[in-house]
């Protein structure tokens, strides 16, 4: 009886081909705008990220997000250092600076200052120069989005200069940092550079990074941490959530995500309600017959979901290739660095997708199911 | 056979008593006609007689069973396994091809596809469309299309066939040819045949005729004088 009921659906290109499309949009447009979502919360982490060697993050307790600094005062890294399990404690300086190149470019960036002598924080992802190099007079390290951006069309290379707020700076690195959330030019240098290039007031700590010593949890230690300083000190992940969560909560970026995930449940339930509804009842007398004929209301219901499942899997599975292509051939557009299809949004949207079949062909099926075997005889 | 069969449709004022103890038998081997004016409560009858509709009131055995104490499963069982049923417009699936739709039952009753579509093409075969089995119905005359539906009708073997105008939808020339393999093809001494019609051209394939007028039976005549006439033998009514 399967086989009759795919032969049904497969007799009717037209609102097969509907069928399959609604599913296949639906699919593409949620899992697109989820998984680019997905990519901007981790955006907002990617500096935490990246800075893998340290487990505690602490800073002034006005602070809620890595994207929002507000700066301490420099005593405080002495005290950090004090705190027992505490194994070591560098500075963070994090700000946002206008560069310009040469040919008069203007580019907005996250710099991001490291200390002096560990250069600590600097993700270990060279691909020209060395993290030593970052000792150098005006030295400074960009990734390579931030290049292209500054100058497009050049291949990458190091030795290009720049100006940072009327001072020269030398690109002796290029490094694979995650892009930030709030520009795709990221810049590492030495903390004493960064806060010469931003030329701020007295404290311009941002952050302290410390790691717990062996045999110390790093929850306890910020704990400890915040006992002793009265700074707010947090675990990398917890900060990692917490910085997401700022986005989710203070941003009308979900809302107008959510809006474009609703809007493509709502379509594909339109589009696939209506055509799977038409097809029901351009058929609705031959289920009639059917029934007259003794075929019970559950073998034709176990039929429609057959179909409703073929719909499914071929409009998923397409909707699916779809994504995987545009994030195939999106990954060398900078703008798009780190969005990609994660397999838990995958299978996410694989539940919607059945849902919304489910939904749209239960709802026609109502019909079906109260439709009377005797109403075949009459004309 | 039906005993004083009772069934109004609608409440209250709207009340309309459309069969008033109505009578109606007909035999195994034999096919048996229901005609009357339009609205006179055939269709019904049949769909009564079918177990698609129930009765008010009255006694109703086919094959031996009492209608009234199956429940909805069974009776859609107790169709499948003992009814073919034509339809004035024919109602085949338009995506399935002749040999799907005649083959519908079968599969219907759990046989394999492939298997229960070699018995169904046997069945078109029978019916002279062995060179029509894989069109849709589209693509077949108001003609091929009612054989195919007999087809669907007869392929599971059923003991009865219940038929509701099946060449008001033809014209004369395809209604003859349907009547014609209906008698060839359906008749069998184990099987009966019940045929609604308005169609006085065709009365002369029928065994029994019998007049319904206002919800009952008003009389029965004897078609295709047959030996048993006189005997009004003990043979097994079918319903
Ligand atoms: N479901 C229903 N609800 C209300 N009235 C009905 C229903 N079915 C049939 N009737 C009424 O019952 C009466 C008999 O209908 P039926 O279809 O049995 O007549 P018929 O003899 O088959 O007529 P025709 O020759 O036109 O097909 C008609 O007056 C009809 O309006
Ligand atoms: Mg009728």
């Known amino acids: 009886m399967y086989r009759t009921a795919l032969r049904m659906l497969i007799g009717d290109k037209t609102k097969l081909l509907g069928l399959i499309f609604g599913v296949a949009f639906s699919t593409l447009l949620i899992c697109q705008q989820v998984s680019i979502f997905a ?7 990617s500096v935490i990220n990246d800075v893998r060697s340290a487990d505690i993050w602490v800073m002034d307790p006005s602070v809620r997000t890595i994207d929002a600094s507000y700066p301490m005062r420099d005593t405080e890294l002495s005290r950090v250092r004090g705190v027992e399990g505490v194994a070591w404690a560098v500075p963070l300086f994090k700000s946002q600076v206008q560069v310009r190149t040469r040919e008069g470019r203007l580019e907005n960036a996250v ?23 970052l000792a150098l007079p005006d030295a400074i390290a960009i990734n390579p989005a931030g290049f292209r951006l500054l100058f497009p069309g050049a291949e990458l290379d190091v030795g290009r200069e720049l ?38 007031g007295r404290n311009v700590l941002s952050f302290i990074i410390a790691k717990s010593a062996d045999g110390y949890e790093s929850n306890a230690v910020a704990e400890n941490i915040s006992a002793r300083t009265g700074l707010k000190a947090v675990s990398s992940s917890a900060f990692r959530i917490e910085s997401i969560m700022y986005i989710i909560e203070n941003t009308g970026i979900p809302v107008s995500f959510g809006t474009v995930v609703i809007l493509g449940a709502i379509i594909g339930v339109a589009i696939v309600g209506l055509t799977f509804n038409q097809f029901i009842m351009e058929n609705l007398k031959q289920y009639a ?7 019970k209301n559950i073998r034709l219901l176990s039929m429609t979901l057959c179909q409703a499942g073929f719909v499914c899997v071929i409009g998923y599975g397409l909707g699916l290739g779809a994504v995987v292509i545009f994030f195939r051939s999106t990954s060398d557009v900078d703008a798009l660095r780190g969005f990609y299809l994660l397999p838990e949004v995958a299978g996410g949207v694989a539940v919607l997708a059945i849902l919304i079949v489910l939904l749209s062909t239960l709802l026609s099926m109502r019909r079906v199911l109260t439709v009377d075997p005797a109403t075949v005889f009459r004309g | 056979m039906c005993r004083g069969i009772e069934k109004s449709f609608g409440e209250g004022q709207a009340r309309v008593r459309v069969l008033r103890g109505t009578d109606f038998d007909a035999r195994a081997g034999e096919m048996t006609f229901l005609v009357g004016p339009s609205g006179c409560g055939k269709t019904t009858m049949i769909s009564i007689i079918g177990a698609i509709l129930s009765c008010d009131d009255g006694d109703i055995r086919v094959l031996g069973q009492d209608l009234r104490r199956l429940r909805n499963g069974r009776l859609a069982d107790f169709r499948l396994d003992n009814f073919g049923f034509i339809f004035q417009q024919f109602n085949l699936l338009p995506a399935l091809n002749a040999a799907e739709n ?75 040819r349907v009547m014609e393999l209906l008698s060839e093809v359906a008749m069998d001494a184990e099987r009966a045949v019940i045929v609604v019609t308005h169609d006085d051209r065709i009365f002369r394939f029928a065994d029994r005729i019998a007049h319904m007028d206002d919800g009952a039976i008003s009389r029965v005549e004897r078609r295709k004088s047959d030996s048993l006439e006189s005997s009004d033998s003990p043979e097994e009514p079918s319903s």
């Open chain 1, 39 to 45: 990519g901007l919360l981790g955006r907002a982490s």
């Open chain 1, 111 to 133: 710099m991001l200052g490291v200390d002096d002598a560990s250069l600590i924080g600097v993700p270990n992802e060279f691909l020209l120069g060395r993290v030593e190099d």
């Open chain 1, 163 to 200: 100006e940072l707020n009327d001072r020269r700076a030398r690109i002796v690195a290029i490094l694979d940092a995650a892009p930030a959330f709030a520009a795709n030019l990221t810049i590492y240098t030495r903390y004493s550079l960064a806060t010469a290039y931003t030329n701020p």
């Open chain 1, 289 to 295: 017959a059917l029934k007259a004929i003794g075929v």
């Open chain 2, 102 to 176: 005649a083959a519908i039952p079968l599969v219907a009753r759990g046989l394999s596809t492939r298997k229960a579509e070699s018995i169904a093409r046997e069945m078109l075969d029978k019916l002279g469309l062995d060179d029509q089995t894989q069109k849709i119905p589209a693509q077949l005359s108001g003609g091929q299309q009612q054989r195919v539906a007999i087809a669907r009708a007869l392929v599971h073997n059923p003991k009865i066939v219940i038929c509701d105008e099946p060449t008001a939808s033809l014209d004369a020339a395809s209604g003859q």
